[in-house]
């Protein structure tokens, strides 16, 4: 291989594209990894859920992974794909370097919209955030909120309510139904109607929210938000979807993480990068036999043993 071409070209250097990355380097492929350094979950000051690592820093993880890469060998570029041509030849944002690579692996990941809501930024990852599982058992037995944005809010203060016996469930935009109000009403979760206008912080923390002159007070909110995939440059190679171990229907192109999957966590991103590495490197061997078989003119005896050695 020349300097600037690879077995396999990841985008995005968070959880799924660094184990990723991980299971190619010791499947002795020659991978890079360019990563724009915007990981959906970079407001968080811990993440859990993940064995081994519950509590560790988001950005602790990332470094830790980058190190355990290096010793396999695996280039990692801090820039952005900004074109990439079927093929593959990658153009570097920052310079205009091309990479070539046989086959992509996106995990450029996502970011969350949030609802227009002055001081809901400044809060988002630490006092307001959409996983309870992710940060719920943190503010346990605290006065709660759930901000509704959708129908299916409902269900997540239903949900949110397995941590905090103080759950206020704000209508803003998504006021429940009839049937849903004998839901919350029946699991203690109080209904605040009429629409937010505003997060109220002191000294940075949350305290609560604002309708208009009514204040109620709040130590953290959960929100369902509506989820943004940086899939741009996976739809213009035509990208459509993805099977259960991420080939899509782009012949030598994977996906795995949130760019594909909204809902999943680091240790589950992190899986589905394991896995689309394991089927796109089989995926390699594959096209690497029927080379060495063409190679040997054809499938002789010389070229059935030339066969098996690859695999």
């Not at 959409?130 to 058992?137: D, L, N, R, S």
Request: net charge negative; charged share 25%.
């Amino acid at each position: 291989m020349t300097e600037n071409s690879y077995d396999v070209l990841v985008v995005g250097g968070g959880a799924a594209g660094l184990n990723a990355a991980l299971m190619l380097g010791r499947a002795r492929r020659r991978v890079v990894v360019v990563d724009g350094g915007a990981p959906r979950n970079a407001p968080a000051e811990h993440m859990h859920g993940f064995l081994t690592r519950d509590g560790l820093p988001p950005s602790e993880l990332l470094k830790i992974g980058r190190e355990e890469l290096a010793g396999y060998g695996v280039e990692i570029l801090d820039d952005q794909v900004g074109a990439l041509e079927p093929g593959f030849t990658a153009t570097l944002a920052s310079d205009g370097r091309k990479l070539t690579a046989r086959r992509v692996l996106f995990a450029t990941g996502a970011h969350d919209d949030l609802p227009d809501i002055p001081g809901l930024r400044e809060s988002w990852g630490t006092d307001a955030v959409t996983c309870p599982y992710c940060h719920g058992y943190e503010v346990r037995d605290l006065p709660l909120g759930v901000l509704g944005t959708e129908p299916a809010s409902v269900e997540h203060a239903l949900l949110v309510r397995q941590w905090s016996p103080d759950v206020v469930y704000f209508a803003h935009t998504a006021p429940p139904s009839e049937e849903d109000r004998a839901r919350l009403d029946a699991r203690g979760i109080k209904i605040v109607d009429g629409t937010v206008t505003a997060a109220r912080r002191e000294a940075g923390h949350l305290t609560g929210l604002e309708l208009g002159a009514r204040f109620v007070p709040r130590v953290a909110l959960f929100i369902r938000t509506q989820t943004v995939a940086h899939d741009g440059l996976m739809r213009a190679l035509g990208y459509e979807e993805t099977d259960a171990m991420g080939k899509t229907n782009v012949p030598g192109v994977w996906a795995a993480g949130n760019v594909v999957d909204a809902r999943a966590t680091v240790i589950i991103a992190a899986a589905q990068g394991a896995a689309a590495a394991g089927a796109l490197n089989h995926d390699l061997v594959a096209e690497d036999v029927r080379r060495a078989v063409d190679a040997f003119g054809g499938f002789t005896a010389e070229a059935e043993r030339a066969a098996a050695a690859a695999r």
